[in-house]
C-alpha cells in the first residue's frame, strides 16, 4: 500500500504528534482521547504497511510512518 486512506492519515497524524495510540474498545484512542481514531482493523492494516508498530496495547508509528504522514501533510 503506497499512499494511506484518510482515516489512516488521521491516525498517523495523531500517532506522529503523540508518539503513540492506545487501544480500548477495538478501537484506537490518542492518549487521553474520547473519540476513537481508527479500529484495530485499520491498524493492523497500517502494521502490515510498515507504518505503525504494536507494542502491548499501544500502536508506535515508525520511520516510514513519519514519512507517509509529512508526504500527505504537505500535499
Aim: net charge positive; glycine share 10%; hydrophobic share 30%.
Amino acid at each position: 500500500m503506497k499512499n494511506p486512506s484518510p482515516g489512516m492519515r488521521r491516525a498517523l497524524r495523531q500517532a506522529q504528534l503523540y508518539g503513540h495510540l492506545l487501544v480500548r474498545n477495538d478501537r484506537l484512542y490518542y492518549p487521553g482521547g474520547n473519540h476513537p481514531i481508527c479500529s484495530v482493523q485499520v491498524a493492523r492494516e497500517m502494521v502490515r504497511s510498515g507504518w505503525l508498530r504494536s507494542q502491548g496495547g499501544e500502536y508506535e508509528i515508525t520511520p516510514e510512518g513519519q514519512f507517509a504522514a509529512e508526504t500527505e501533510l504537505s500535499r
